[in-house]
């Protein structure tokens, strides 16, 4: 826990003077005030993070979570637990979307085996394996209180190796069957939402399929009553390893200003936990799309987040995350490659327009 609290203490607010330096440079650029929209606002979001004002967004890693959970067992999921192995495999071999979609910004996928339940041997996976599997969220807590802690600890230590690495930012992935199960469960322990609310088809199951997923979560609040202002206690009662280890990486990273950026439900879900654990880290967060999990539009209310993209993307793994990162760069780009009025000796806006 010392190490949670002391990375916590290390998260700062955003640098004000980057941040209005980024938007005055704006205004002396070759356009219209305010006429790139979003792209602004990111410029100026960018620049308070890292506190500089045409900050690089590059190299960037995909940090993919990978853990398995009990909850499977109460039939939320149309795939078996088998898959979260054979995908993590996948991932390895560069063969998964996330592999395909990273390369269009040359950002490394990293995986991680945080709590996978099989034994897996390759050379380029990270085993911080905590324990195969969570325990059954309806039946028992998906782990002990120190699991939790530890899987948050795991992703502090992933955002610090990226950062001594060089990494400018850290895009977030995940893999595990029956993740948008305990993602539901956590984001209605922090809103109050029912759980037809929160739950959605996830990896596509049928309506059946879907009353058993709001059954699951039902059933998980009623046994462990998870209370919203102990984060930590929300993860270990109803969350996942990964979803801790990603809970984590936010914190890390936000204590290194480095930009995240978040994908769909599972890492929204993380950024729940995150948030509730140090508040101060929102504003490191960059939401890159907004999934057709009912629940993800949930969560990025409750973060206060507006996403980049709206591609109805339900994959995860980082899929979302990975195809925002040319934004961020299309950015970087504006900022120190546009020309200013004075440099391209274009006449900017004249007094009288602005009246």
């Not at 469960?185 to 029912?194: D, K, T």
């Not at 629940?295 to 973060?303: A, D, F, T």
Request: glycine share 10%.
């Amino acid at each position: 826990m010392q190490r949670i609290t002391q990375t916590v203490a290390e998260i700062t607010p955003l640098n004000e003077d980057a941040a209005n330096q980024a938007r005055t440079r704006l205004d002396l650029l070759t356009k219209p005030p305010g006429s790139l929209g979003r792209l602004e606002a990111l410029a100026v979001q960018l620049a308070g993070i890292t506190g500089e004002v045409s900050p690089n967004v590059a190299p960037a890693a995909v940090m993919v979570m990978a853990g398995d959970h009990g909850v499977t067992a109460e039939g939320v999921s149309a795939y078996p637990s088998e898959v979260t192995p054979q995908m993590v495999l996948n991932f390895l071999h560069g063969g998964a979307a996330i592999n395909a979609l990273s390369r269009v910004s040359d950002a490394r996928v990293v995986v991680v085996d945080v709590g996978v339940a099989a034994e897996m041997s390759h050379p380029a996976l990270i085993v911080r394996k905590i324990r195969p599997g969570t325990g059954n969220i309806c039946r028992e807590p998906a782990m002990t209180r120190a699991e939790a802690e530890q899987a948050i600890c795991c992703g502090i230590d992933l955002a610090e190796a990226e950062a001594a690495r060089g990494t400018s930012v850290i895009a977030l992935g995940e893999m595990g069957i029956g993740n948008t199960t305990p993602s539901a469960a956590i984001l209605a322990a922090f809103s109050g939402h029912a759980p037809e609310r929160v739950v959605g088809r996830g990896t596509g199951v049928d309506d059946r399929g879907l009353q058993r997923k709001a059954d699951a979560v039902r059933r998980a609040l009623a046994r462990h009553a998870p209370d919203p202002y102990d984060p930590i206690g929300v993860l270990a009662s109803v969350g996942g390893l990964e979803i801790g280890a990603l809970a984590g990486l936010i914190l890390g990273a936000a204590a290194r200003r480095m930009p995240v950026v978040l994908d769909g439900f599972i890492t929204s879900a993380a950024a729940l936990i995150a948030a509730g654990i140090a508040p101060e880290a929102r504003q490191y967060l960059i939401a890159a799309h907004r999934s057709p999990e009912p629940g993800h539009s949930l969560v990025l209310e409750l973060l206060g987040l507006k996403p980049l993209l709206e591609f109805d993307l339900r994959l995860g793994e980082g899929s979302g995350a990975a195809l925002a990162l040319p934004i961020l760069q299309a950015v970087h780009r504006v900022m120190t490659e546009m020309a200013t009025f004075g440099e391209a000796g274009v006449a900017g806006p004249t007094a009288e327009a602005g009246r």
